[in-house]
T-cell receptor, first 116, second 109 residues
Framework: ETGVTQSPTHLIKTRGQQVTLRCSSQ?????VSWYQQALGQGPQFIFQ???????GRGNFPPRFSGLQFPNYSSELNVNALELDDSALYLC?????FGLGQTYEQYFGPGTRLTVT | GIQVEQSPPDLILQEGANSTLRCNFS?????LQWFHQNPWGQLINLFYIPSGTKQNGRLSATTVATERYSLLYISSSQTTDSGVYFCALANFGNEKLTFGTGTRLTIIP
């Protein structure tokens, strides 16, 4: 069984640039959630993708967007990067049988983004 | 939204000691997970425990959903137990996990 993988591991970008982060879900999982973790804080929910559709979004501006592909992998795109976007970005995958059902989430190792 | 409070914020123990970490929450939940975040940032699943008691080796957890708290017990601590412990939860119809502020555990040899 393959766990959740993320790429790249580290990334340095300049303010105003755009970035794409990638996540491959755990084998057999159909849902991917993205979280942002600033230094010294707990992860904050960005959004979730279920069956290739966005299913819920946290308090993040529209310049944070995402995609889920038919193989359930996912991308997180951030446009017009700001210094405050510097953080660890975590994706989590889960197997959801239907909306509103409880499920356990498994996290990838994260992508550490630095915006200068 | 649901509020999550973890205590204590920091804990320093000698190797071999036992510890209890607490997670209080403000609403009913249908998903509660405990994680250990290692120094490289990886969140490691410890327990999925929206209610009841579970044990895995030196670790055990109890969630009393009616009283809105969960406890994580670590016995015979080892230096590899060091790191930040998070509880995270979600309530019905809510797809996101809300994380607590974490407990930073340091185990001294």
């Amino acid at each position: 069984e393959t766990g959740v993988t993320q790429s790249p591991t580290h990334l340095i970008k300049t303010r105003g640039q755009q970035v794409t982060l990638r996540c491959s879900s755990q084998s057999g999982h159909n849902t991917v959630s993205w979280y942002q973790q600033a230094l010294g804080q707990g992860p904050q929910f960005i959004f979730q993708y279920y069956r290739e559709e966005e299913n819920g979004r946290g308090n993040f501006p529209p310049r944070f967007s995402g995609l889920q592909f038919p193989n359930y992998s996912s991308e997180l795109n951030v446009n017009a990067l700001e210094l405050d976007d510097s953080a660890l970005y975590l994706c989590a995958s889960s197997l959801v049988f239907g909306l509103g059902q409880t499920y356990e989430q498994y996290f990838g190792p994260g992508t550490r983004l630095t915006v200068t | 939204g649901i509020q999550v409070e973890q205590s204590p914020p920091d804990l320093i123990l000698q190797e071999g000691a036992n510890s209890t970490l607490r997670c209080n929450f403000s609403d009913s939940v249908n998903n509660l997970q405990w994680f250990h975040q290692n120094p490289w940032g990886q969140l490691i699943n410890l327990f999925y425990i929206p209610s009841g008691t579970k044990q895995n080796g030196r670790l055990s957890a109890t969630t009393v959903a009616t009283e809105r708290y969960s406890l994580l017990y670590i016995s015979s601590s080892q230096t590899t137990d060091s790191g930040v412990y998070f509880c995270a939860l979600a309530n019905f119809g809510n797809e996101k996990l809300t994380f607590g502020t974490g407990t930073r555990l340091t185990i001294i040899p």
